[in-house]
């Protein structure tokens, strides 16, 4: 597969080598406040909006982190806590990449020979064979920050090295909880009885850990499984928990998900850096997807923003390739907001987020990313205490797409091509004819049986 990427060639920049070159024999971080040239801090500070009150990870609380690299399957009901290798710490960073690494996408000995030169260190190689993927993690020599190293290795290499950016949860925190569990269903003209929705179906989620004991998913076909580098990183599940319960809640618990009957993949990158915020690392979200590829899912919901990643784009292409289809938050930016990663990628389906009246939340990104527009204002929804919230953010938009896909595939009411089109789907049109920057095509509403 030809890479994704290919910035023009161009003879080496001697005077990016000598920056580096420079830096590497001060062996020591640029001192507190320095500023690169174009007067940015020295490490990205990308933000999601997390909710009303400036709090941090998704849902205005402590959100919801994982910790772990790789392990075994838990089975149904359980949850894999095989923490992987232990790493040192990693030093206090910003919210938007680390600081300290760069990761490759299938990089060529030589390049990585290049990368040794100036004192890159492999600490991870990673190979997804269900995505036919491999990525290496890459650690840089004290007095180097990552951006320099950037550049530095696309001179000789394009189109192999990025960042390793964080991406994090896209949810709000509202003020009461308003209205029955249900209601959001009948918003969509779902089945009244939906105990039989998602028979047969294996959907993913990439979302933060999922309290498996509470009451309203005993009973669900649902398994977790962990992929973070620090074994210590503390969790949170709250917002995995809610987002498992509106897709799978079991009827009769009082909170009913929408296919009860599916079974639910979870993946967990999340961790908290030492600033308190919650993300997943790009090499976290490979991970995740080649995972829920491997589980059979038809259908991965990622209820996460942040910024264009190549290897990460690569594992999306790659899992779409399998017929797979990935619904992504539009963002909670604000409708000035950049075009936000996942969602912005070909073929991924934007989701964005509509209160009880049918309007638009009031944070939501808008763009070409939005494709389709579903409940996600003041949602009830349980924390990892089974605390019912309520829960806003295009975060919440996504179950609700992806139940709506699963369950129209496997009835066969609609294709992939008629998602990703569009204008086959039937909906509720909420803004400007046809599709719009606000509302996508609309408020899909297919006329599913789950008999």
């Known amino acids: 597969m030809p890479l994704l990427f290919h910035p023009r060639r161009s003879r080496p ?72 290798p232990r790493v040192p710490e990693l030093p206090v960073q910003a919210d938007g990449f680390s600081a300290t690494e760069l990761i490759a996408l299938d990089p060529s000995p030589a390049a990585l020979q290049r990368a040794a030169q100036w004192g890159a260190r492999v600490v991870e190689t990673s190979v997804q064979a269900g995505l036919g ?17 950037l550049a530095v290795t696309n001179e000789r290499d394009p189109g192999v090295f990025d960042l390793h950016h964080f991406y994090q949860l896209d949810q709000a925190e509202a003020a009461g909880c308003e209205g029955a569990s249900c209601e959001p269903m009948q918003r969509m003209d779902w089945p009244a009885a939906n105990a039989r929705c998602g028979r047969g179906q294996t959907i993913g989620i990439v979302d933060s850990g999922v309290n498996t004991g509470l009451s309203a998913l005993r009973g669900a076909d ?84 942040g910024p264009p990643n190549r290897v990460l784009q690569a594992a999306i292409e790659r899992v779409q390739a399998r017929g797979v289809l990935v619904v992504a938050s539009v963002g909670n930016g604000g409708r000035n907001a950049a075009p936000a990663h996942p969602a912005a990628l070909d073929g991924v389906l934007g989701a964005t987020a509509l209160s009880a009246d049918l309007r638009i ?38 179950p609700f797409l992806v139940a709506q896909l699963s369950q129209s595939l496997h009835e066969g009411l609609l294709s992939r091509a008629d998602w990703q089109g569009g204008r086959a789907v039937p909906v509720t049109d909420l803004g400007a004819a046809g599709r719009d920057p606000v509302f996508g095509w609309g408020l899909p509403k297919v006329a599913v049986r789950c008999g």
Request: a negative charge.
């Open 13 to 84: 920049n001697r005077r990016g080598w000598w920056l580096l070159m420079w830096m590497l024999l001060l062996h020591a971080a640029p001192p507190i406040g320095w500023l690169p040239l174009d007067g940015a801090p020295w490490v990205g500070q990308a933000r999601a909006d997390d909710g009303d009150d400036g709090g941090d990870g998704d849902d205005g609380s402590a959100s919801d982190g994982g910790a772990s690299s790789a392990g075994s399957d838990a089975g149904t009901g359980g949850q894999d806590t095989d923490p992987g």
């Open 133 to 149: 993927v491999r990525v290496v993690r890459l650690r840089l020599p004290q007095g180097i920050d990552a951006r320099t190293a």
């Open 222 to 305: 649902l398994r977790v499984r962990r992929f973070v580098t620090d074994a210590n990183a503390t969790t949170d599940a709250s917002h995995g928990t809610a987002v498992a319960t509106l897709l799978v809640g079991q009827p009769g618990a009082g909170l009913p998900g929408l296919l009860p009957r599916a079974s639910l993949r979870a993946a967990e990158p999340f961790f908290r850096l030492p600033s308190g915020t919650l993300v997943a690392d790009a090499l976290g979200l490979v991970k995740s997807l080649d995972w829920l590829v491997g589980n059979g899912a038809g259908v991965i919901g990622m209820s996460l923003t």
């Open 361 to 398: 939340y009031w944070r939501a990104n808008q763009g070409d990313t939005v494709d389709f527009a579903l409940p996600g204002v003041a949602l009830p929804a349980p924390d990892a205490e089974g605390i019912v919230r309520p829960r806003s953010g295009t975060s919440y938009a996504v």
